[in-house]
């Protein structure tokens, strides 16, 4: 079983529409979650991070995190054809000698 | 924001030849590095921590022998590929970490894409 657990989609939505990205996973030390934006042949560029149970919002992104579950999302409210990237999401724990473990990433389109 | 680059960003080399990728932090100092590699349509997956002045942390699996890992000053990191094969053709991304900033702060470059002919 991977540490990480996300699904791969591939995930179209119209534009305005409400997406909703998910990861679960199985190690409870971890304390930090990130969700990163990569572009197509392009390096992951850090969207939000949280670290507590409950809900972040920056703009058009709500992180969501339910440590009890351990269960994260990412909202993206107002969808535009410039989401369209893979969303991946990352997790580490203060033990885990500052290394990322990803999430497969998920294929999001934004259709016009 | 912190600034992280790759250089070359497409390399195309023969069989049997080395490739030297190099990570730079451009307005930081980064005392941890990390090179990853990720395949189309997969996720990243970390190939070794290089941390400045000492030899790098290879991950299970990753042949320290082949990929070659050198950090030797606190904004360039380096990786060389050894007698390349066409089953190391891949897109190459490294990441750095500002010791000042939190731990979950990893600053990714805009990854190498490595084709071997």
């Known amino acids: 079983q991977k540490e990480v657990e996300q699904d791969p989609g591939p995930l179209s939505v119209p534009e305005g529409a409400i997406v909703s990205l998910n990861c679960t996973y199985s190690?409870?030390?971890?304390?930090?979650f990130m969700w990163y934006r990569q572009y197509s042949r392009k390096g992951p560029e850090l969207l939000m991070y949280?670290?507590?149970?409950g809900n972040k919002e920056d703009g058009r992104f709500t992180a969501q995190v339910d440590k009890s579950s351990k269960y994260i999302s990412l909202f993206i409210r107002d969808s535009q054809p410039s989401d369209s990237a893979t969303y991946l999401c990352?997790?580490?724990?203060?033990?885990?000698?500052?290394?990322?473990?990803f999430g497969q990433g998920t294929r999001l389109t934004i259709n016009p | 924001g912190a600034v992280v680059s790759q250089h070359p960003s497409r390399v195309i080399c023969k069989s049997g030849t080395s490739v030297k990728i190099e990570c730079r932090s451009l307005?930081?100092?980064?005392?941890?590095m990390f090179w990853y590699r990720q395949f189309p349509k997969q996720s990243l997956m970390l190939m070794a921590t290089?941390?400045?002045?000492?030899?790098?942390?290879?991950e299970q699996g990753v042949e320290k022998d082949k990929f070659l890992i050198n950090h030797a000053s606190l904004t360039l990191s380096t990786l060389t590929v050894t007698s390349a094969h066409p089953e190391d053709s891949s897109f190459y991304i490294c990441?750095?970490?500002?010791?000042?900033?939190?731990?979950?702060?990893?600053?990714f470059g805009p990854g190498t894409r490595l084709t071997v002919t």
């Open positions: 307005d930081f100092q980064a005392t941890t």
């Open positions: 990441s750095a970490r500002d010791p000042l900033r939190a731990v979950y702060e990893q600053y």
């Open positions: 990352a997790m580490v724990s203060r033990q885990g000698a500052q290394k990322l473990v």
């Open positions: 190690n409870s030390a971890f304390q930090y």
């Open positions: 949280t670290y507590s149970s």
């Open positions: 290089s941390n400045e002045g000492s030899k790098a942390t290879y």
